[in-house]
């Protein structure tokens, strides 16, 4: 069954490793402890039974959150994880007051763009060549109410 739970440090190899299987812009071990640790941030994961297999990572303050990356294994992609990781998200930044979540994304990264547009993102700007020539950021937003 899969579930979604907070992760904790004892998370983070598995957490690791799912980036590692293809992510292009993949987050550090110090980046990844720092989600799990400071206050402000969160990390949540997506298990089928014991085996991780996706996250999602946010920090927020005030009332604004921003998504730093979503990642799920790729042979349980196209299967609702991502979908379950935002949804309980969407709730958990609910909860400490936040009203809108930002994100950027590579315009390229189908996949995560139709999650985003699926899940009520609306695209605001995009920052030309961000990611290299050719390779631009789009910038996203959803309000939560
Ligand atoms: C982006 C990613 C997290 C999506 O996770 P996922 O578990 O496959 O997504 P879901 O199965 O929950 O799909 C969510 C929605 O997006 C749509 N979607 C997902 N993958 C898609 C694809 N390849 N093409 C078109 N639509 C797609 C689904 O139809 C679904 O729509 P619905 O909610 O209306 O049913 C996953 O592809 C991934 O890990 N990619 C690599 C990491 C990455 O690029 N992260 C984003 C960095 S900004």
């Not at 598995?14 to 550090?28: D, F, L, N, V, Y």
């Not at 089928?48 to 946010?58: E, H, N, Q, T």
Request: aromatic share 8%.
């Amino acid at each position: 069954m899969i579930t979604i739970n907070p992760a904790s440090l004892t998370d983070v190899d598995a957490i690791m490793s799912t980036e590692e299987t293809g992510i292009s812009h993949p987050w550090t071990r110090d980046s990844i402890e720092a989600l799990i640790s400071d206050d402000n941030k969160v990390a949540l994961k997506a298990s089928d039974d014991d085996k991780l297999i996706g996250y999602v990572g946010a920090s927020y303050v005030l009332d604004e959150a921003e998504i730093g990356n979503i990642c799920v294994l790729p042979e349980y992609r196209g299967k609702g994880v991502g979908r379950m990781l935002f949804d309980e998200l969407r709730k958990y930044l609910k909860s400490k007051g936040v009203s809108v979540i930002f994100l950027e994304v590579e315009s390229d990264n189908e996949p995560a763009i139709a999650l985003y547009e699926h899940q009520g993102f609306t695209k605001y700007n995009a920052r030309k060549n961000y990611y290299g020539e050719g390779r631009d950021a789009l910038l996203y937003k959803k309000e939560l109410n």
